[in-house]
Structures are given as structure tokens and as C-alpha cells.
């Protein structure tokens, strides 16, 4: 779009603030970026399409013709198999709930609770204690002192503690809560002082409740990071009791046989191509509903995130 | 414990200031659990880097371990190992690094022409984009099966379809840079975007007005105007990516190449051979010689990221 045109000078006059292409909503400039955005969209759904299709194919129909994007005779059946003995997905799923509903409360309310006093100018050692917050970001021990620790030191593992533990303080969460209560107009607390107030009651009463869409935007990246957390079963656990979600999908996809548990006739035909993704789109499923309820502050969170506060 | 000592330290002030360090201590137990769990997860293993210059047994513990100096350090840099998994780890993230900012730029700029007249489209491209961030790498393995499994794969028989010949992809290393590289670019890119399109938003729009004023043509706005002011985040965004070049993503080089150890020429990074090392061959003073090499470089190169930040953009500087 060439604005040097004597049609360009007149279409200045008109031009959006923003300086965007065209005048109206749909000009030619626009659909060309619309047409753009959308083949991207469907594009980076692709691998999702294809997975749910797939979990809908027929054996058969897979071994014959390959995964394909539209089932050729859409069937249950990979579900019925994997629905007719969910107990393993069931105990799965308890130890991902249980993980990820204890690790974000806590979780949430410990690094509120560190990252409130670092955001009070009048707290006497906020300088010291944010550099031992902040330098846990720059220089760490790796896998091998950490897994030491827990296994040898600690002797967690095989435990729900193990997968909750180490992702209960994350510096960068902490960093950003501080930002936020930074930005908590300072009158209220010292308001609340006067009042005769102690600084739980404060953090409590008054810190806390006003800082609801920050704490929540913590809240929602930790979920994620429990729920989606298969790296700490990997190290830690062996107990098929305590085996959480994702760890299950990964055993699956190393061996199908994982699904077959004791209570099944042996001989018995797995559907197992089919029955893999049945089971991942099961696994995906409350995380992609549950996105797209909570999808809004996720993308400012990310904004909240990416803006560097103190 | 610390409580009486704070209270002396700050009692022999005025009256004001015992009220301050009741508030200090406070203060201080609420930060309590929080610093619990940071000394035994982030700074005893810290401590741990002693392991590697230890002939560690569990039996002995890690104080109680012979050390003995360098060695581990001697056996890791005398395997073939050691160059290809920095070459990979520091070749594939710089890979990355480069196709995420211009996925994410590319995108943030389409979005940003939306963004204004059709809100409702632009948020559901911003969504769609995003939506890859929230799948593990487990799950992504899954995808990747499905588009590339050697018999079954949608992309093996879209090429037979086409009069192509299969390939074995889990058993080509020389696709995987490029197979990995789309893997992370689909599954960060939307995140990205949405915070470069949040600096987009972020400037001025008279700089916008007196362009097309000017006759500056759309192209000429990006390169001139958008880029230009957005050059800061941009750096932020690639030094703090650099401090991290020497930590490799190890679900995505784990999980999506199926630990196939015929891609190992090409995906096998620091941390996956780490873990290998500690798990399945179960040598700690070869697998903590890595880890505390990667600790020490990384180190470094953090170091390093944030003094260049601070000659370019001071106040973008992280510390």
C-alpha cells in the first residue's frame, strides 16, 4: 500500500489513528492479514485436529491409511477400551488434582508471603533477602545435587511431596507479585497501621484481597506448571499409585502395554494407536476448557509479566 | 534466633523504631517458609556442586566423599560427548532464539493491524496462537507421533500420496534442528507475540499519524517506528535468552524425540545427557561434572548478558 499516490495523501485524511492499513474494517489490506492469521490459526490447531481424529479413527482404518486429519469411519471404540478399566486414569488423575491443587495454594500463598515484605520500602532487610530470592535465578545446582538431596538427603521420594516441593517457590512468580503489591497504593496500609493493625492482619486483610487479579494470574501459570508436570515423577517416582497424569501418557507412549492392566484377559487385541490418543485427548481436555474459561487473564498475565516492575 | 538480636539492633533507637522492628520481625516470619523452601531447594543443592569434584558414594554422603580435584572434569572432556553436547545445546537454542523473534514479531505485527478495527478476530487469533503454550512436551510427543510415526504418520503418507518415498524420521537426525525449531517456535510464538504486541500497543500513536502525513508507506512505518521502539524489549528479550543458552529445554529434547538414541548426533543436549548419565548409567561424577560445568557457564553468561544490558539499556538492566 503505497501512500505517496495522490489517493494515499486523500486517504490521510481519513486514516485510523493507529496508521493501520485502509480505512474500513475489511479492506483489501486487512483481508490479506486476515487471511494470513487464520491460515495460521488453523495451522497451529492442525496437531490438535489431527489427534482428536485419530482417537476417533478405527484400528484398522490407522494401519491402513495412517492418522488422518477427518476420520474415515468415526468410531468410539478407542474410548470404550479406555473407559471400560479407567483405573489407572482415574488414580492418575487424583495424584494430578491433588498435586496441583495443594502445590498452587500453597505455592501462591508462601510466595505471596515472601514477595510482600520485599515490595514494603520501610522493611529493613528487603535489599539482602531480595538478592537470596533473586540469585536462585541466576546460579543453580542442576539435577545431579537435587536429586541427591531428595533421594538420599531428604528421602521424599515416592511421595506426593517430592512432586510438590520443588516447584513450591518460583523466584520469577515472586518477582512479580512483589511488582504488583509495589503498585498497592501505600496510604491503605499505612491507614491500616494506625488503625492498630499488625502486618498479618495487614498482608491478610488488606494486602491480599486487593490484590486478587495478580495473585490469580500466580495462581493460573502454577496450575499449569503442576498440571502439566511429568519431569518430577520421571526422577522420583515408582509407586503406580502415585503416578501422575502426564508421567502416565508418557509411559503409555513408551509402552502401550502400561494400559493393559492385570484385570484384562491377556490376548486380548489393544487398540493401541487409537486407544494412545484417546487417552492424550482425555488428558487434554480440562486444561483446553479450563483455558478457555480463564483464557483472558492469561494473556495479561503474560502482559503483566513482560512489563518490568519495582 | 535472629528476633532478640533485631530487636537490639534497632532498640537503641527512638520509641518509633521499636514499633519498626516488631513490624521488621513481622515481617520477617512471613517470609519465613518461603526462605525454608528456597535454602533446601535453590541453595543446598548449590552447595552440591562440591559433587563434582568428589568420587561421590551414597554410602559416604557428600561430605563424607573422597574429592578428588578435576578428575571428573578430565573423563567428561576426554569423551566426544562433551563437544556435541555444547555444540547441540548452544546450536539449537540460538536456532530457537532466532525463529521465536521472528515468528513472535512477524505475528505481533499481523495482530497489531487487526488489533484496532476487529477486536473480536484479534482475540481469537491471539487465543488460537497461545493455546500450543499450554501443552506439556508429553503431550506434544503425542502430536509429533501422529505427524511423523514412519508407518502411520500423516506426513509419511501425504509424501507417498504425492509419489514421494517414506522417510524414517526417528531415525534421521539431520531433519530434527528443523522439526525441533517448528516444535518450539508453534509452541512459544503466541506467547511471544502477545507481549511484543503489548510494546506495540505501548507507542505513541502520533508518531503513526506524522508518518502517513509524511507518505511513509506501511512497510517503512515498521522498519522506521515500530522496530526502532521496540528495540529495548527486543534486547531485553534476546540477552535474557542468552543468559539460558547454556540450559537446554529437556522436555522437548527428551520426550519429543523419544530418547531416540539414533538422533542423539544431533538432540543429545547437556541436561538430557546429564540425566541419561545420572539415571541409566548412574555415573555422578560424570553427570555432575556436566550439570556443574552448565552451572558455571550459565553462570557466566548471565553475568555477562546483564553487563552488556546495562552499556545498552541501563534501565532495562535486569540487576
Known amino acids: 500500500m503505497q501512500s505517496s499516490s495522490p489517493a494515499g495523501v486523500l486517504r490521510a485524511a481519513t ?45 484398522g482404518d490407522i494401519s491402513r491409511y495412517g492418522f488422518s486429519l477427518v476420520p474415515r469411519t468415526p468410531t468410539l471404540a ?6 471400560q478399566d479407567p483405573g489407572l486414569m482415574l488414580t492418575a488423575y487424583a495424584v494430578t488434582i491433588t498435586v496441583t491443587l495443594i502445590g498452587t495454594f500453597a505455592g ?35 539435577l545431579v545435587p537435587l536429586y541427591i538431596l531428595v533421594t538420599h538427603y531428604l528421602q521424599i521420594q515416592d511421595t506426593l511431596w517430592s512432586l510438590i516441593l520443588p516447584y513450591l517457590v518460583m523466584p520469577w512468580y515472586v518477582f512479580l507479585l512483589r511488582a504488583y503489591f509495589s503498585a498497592l497504593p501505600r496510604e491503605l496500609i499505612d491507614a491500616a497501621k494506625v488503625d492498630g493493625a499488625g502486618e498479618w492482619r495487614i498482608f491478610f486483610q488488606v494486602v491480599v484481597p486487593l490484590s486478587r487479579p495478580g495473585l490469580a494470574t500466580v495462581a493460573l501459570f502454577c496450575a499449569l506448571t503442576y498440571w502439566n508436570d511429568w ?28 494400559l493393559q492392566s492385570s484385570s484384562q484377559a491377556f490376548g486380548v487385541q489393544i487398540p493401541a494407536l487409537s486407544a494412545q490418543m484417546a487417552i492424550a485427548v482425555l488428558a487434554i481436555g480440562p486444561i483446553t476448557l479450563a483455558f478457555l474459561a480463564v483464557q483472558r487473564h492469561f494473556i495479561s498475565g503474560i502482559t503483566l509479566g513482560g512489563v518490568k516492575g519495582d | ?74 573423563y567428561l572432556f576426554g569423551t566426544d560427548d562433551a563437544r556435541r553436547i555444547v555444540v547441540n545445546t548452544l546450536g539449537m537454542n540460538a536456532l530457537f532464539i532466532a525463529a521465536v523473534l521472528v515468528a513472535a514479531l512477524g505475528i505481533a505485527l499481523l495482530l497489531r493491524e487487526v488489533q484496532s478495527s476487529n477486536r473480536w478476530f484479534a482475540k481469537f487469533y491471539q487465543s488460537t496462537l497461545f493455546f500450543p503454550y499450554l501443552f506439556s512436551y508429553v503431550i506434544i510427543n503425542y502430536f509429533v507421533f501422529a505427524l511423523l510415526d514412519t508407518s502411520n504418520g500423516l506426513v509419511n503418507h501425504t509424501i507417498t500420496a504425492l509419489g514421494g518415498q517414506p522417510v524414517s524420521w526417528y ?31 505501548a507507542i505513541n500513536p502520533e508518531y503513526y499519524e506524522a508518518a502517513t502525513l ?77 550439570g556443574t560445568f552448565q552451572a558455571v557457564v550459565g553462570f557466566m553468561l548471565v553475568l555477562f548478558s546483564n553487563w552488556f544490558v546495562r552499556r545498552t539499556e541501563r534501565q532495562s538492566a535486569i540487576f
Open chain 2, 1 to 74: 534466633m535472629p528476633w532478640s538480636w533485631l530487636a537490639r539492633s534497632r532498640g537503641w533507637r527512638a520509641n518509633f523504631d521499636t514499633e519498626r522492628s516488631k513490624s521488621n520481625a513481622a515481617l520477617l516470619l512471613m517470609m519465613a517458609p518461603g526462605l525454608v523452601v528456597l535454602f533446601v531447594f535453590a541453595y543446598l543443592p548449590m552447595f552440591g556442586i562440591i559433587i563434582a569434584f568428589k568420587d561421590f558414594r551414597a554410602y559416604q554422603g557428600v561430605l563424607g566423599s573422597r574429592w578428588v580435584g578435576l578428575q571428573n572434569f578430565y
Open chain 1, 231 to 258: 519431569y518430577l515423577a520421571l526422577l522420583f517416582i515408582n509407586n503406580p499409585a502415585l503416578v501422575p497424569l502426564q508421567y502416565l501418557l508418557y509411559q503409555i507412549s513408551t509402552n502401550i502395554e502400561t
Open chain 2, 214 to 290: 509524511d507518505g511513509a508507506s506501511k512497510w517503512r512505518q515498521i522498519w522506521r517506528i515500530t522496530l526502532p521502539l521496540l528495540k529495548p524489549l527486543i534486547i531485553i528479550n534476546i540477552l535474557l535468552s542468552i543468559g539460558r543458552i547454556f540450559y537446554a529445554d529437556f522436555g522437548l529434547f527428551y520426550q519429543v524425540t523419544r530418547n531416540a538414541p539414533e538422533l542423539y548426533p544431533a538432540t543429545d543436549v547437556i541436561d538430557t545427557y546429564v540425566y541419561r548419565t545420572l539415571t541409566a548409567i548412574g555415573d555422578v561424577g560424570m553427570a555432575s561434572a556436566a
Open chain 1, 15 to 59: 486514516i485510523t489513528p493507529q496508521g493501520s492499513i485502509g480505512s474500513g474494517p475489511f479492506s483489501l489490506g486487512r483481508l490479506a492479514i486476515h487471511a494470513c492469521l487464520l491460515g495460521l490459526s488453523v495451522l497451529f490447531l492442525l496437531p490438535l485436529i489431527l489427534l482428536v481424529s485419530a482417537s476417533l479413527s478405527s484400528e
Open chain 1, 78 to 83: 478407542a474410548y470404550q477400551y479406555v473407559l
Open chain 2, 171 to 201: 531415525q534421521s537426525p539431520h531433519y530434527w534442528p528443523v522439526i525441533l525449531t517448528l516444535i518450539t517456535v508453534w509452541k512459544n510464538a503466541g506467547f511471544w507475540s502477545i507481549v511484543y504486541l503489548a510494546g506495540m500497543i
Open chain 1, 108 to 142: 501462591v500463598l508462601i510466595m505471596a508471603m515472601l514477595a510482600y515484605p520485599l515490595s514494603r520500602p520501610d522493611f529493613s532487610w528487603r535489599g539482602p533477602l531480595a538478592f537470596i530470592v533473586f540469585f536462585t535465578l541466576l546460579f543453580s545446582g542442576g
